[in-house]
T-cell receptor
Framework: QQQVKQSPQSLIVQKGGISIINCAYE??????FPWYQQFPGKGPALLIA?????SEKKEGRFTISFNKSAKQFSLHIMDSQPGDSATYFC?????????????FGAGTILRVKS | GAVVSQHPSRVICKSGTSVKIECRSL??????MFWYRQFPKQSLMLMAT?????????EQGVEKDKFLINHASLTLSTLTVTSAHPEDSSFYIC???????????FGQGTRLTVV
């Protein structure tokens, strides 16, 4: 059974600081690792994703780092802002008969203090 | 990114009644859609995979007779919660993979409250 382990469960960061969330996976259908951001009462929104022909992908203040040998990937939020306060989920794909499904980590509740 | 629209965003129903939730892919076709359930401060739990033109695939422990899924077209999947009970109260979310890839786009979610 595919598992994605995410840590920490919650995180408090000062405004301007770096938020770091980690995920570890066991086996995946293929190498594709997205991060989702969810605000209360809303559906998750795709934030950034990596296909690890590269070990790092950066989009603005958000960076994914990927370590294939360790089966780990992480999300770094640089210059964290109060508006970044949300729940973040990592995910990894599991191959199914009808395509692929994403298995999600438990989530990290991020609070950025102003 | 691709847009997935879910309706309604909130619904309150009485115990014993049925509720239908719609999930539409607005600017792309989706032969597969996924239905999730999310409890407060918890992760997304996959309930079932909706397949256009064929039966849905349910995850272990999910009652298929209670959570009816219909994927009648390439842009619409519906989840019907039948004979709803207060324990069915939850946040239900659909998603659709874009271009057949794992990249999934989510609907806004539906907050179901059964009273």
């Amino acid at each position: 059974q595919q598992q994605v382990k995410q840590s920490p469960q919650s995180l408090i960061v000062q405004k301007g600081g770096i938020s770091i969330i980690n995920c570890a996976y066991e086996n995946t259908a293929f190498d594709y690792f997205p991060w989702y951001q969810q605000f209360p009462g809303k559906g998750p929104a795709l934030l950034i994703a990596i296909r690890p022909d590269v070990s790092e992908k950066k989009e603005g203040r958000f960076t994914i780092s990927f370590n294939k040998s360790a089966k780990q990937f992480s999300l770094h939020i640089m210059d964290s802002q109060p508006g970044d306060s949300a729940t973040y989920f990592c995910a990894a794909p599991l191959l199914m008969e009808y395509g692929n499904k994403l298995v999600f980590g438990a989530g990290t509740i991020l609070r950025v203090k102003s | 990114g691709a847009v997935v629209s879910q309706h309604p965003s909130r619904v309150i129903c009485k115990s014993g009644t049925s509720v239908k939730i719609e999930c539409r892919s607005l600017d792309f076709q989706a032969t597969t859609m996924f239905w999730y359930r999310q409890f407060p401060k918890q992760s997304l739990m996959l309930m079932a995979t909706s397949n256009e033109g064929s039966k849905a695939t349910y995850e272990q422990g999910v009652e298929k007779d209670k959570f009816l899924i219909n994927h009648a077209s390439l842009t619409l999947s519906t989840l019907t919660v039948t004979s709803a009970h207060p324990e069915d109260s939850s946040f239900y979310i659909c998603s659709a993979p874009f271009r057949g890839e794992a990249e999934a786009f989510f609907g806004q979610g539906t907050r179901l409250t059964v009273v």
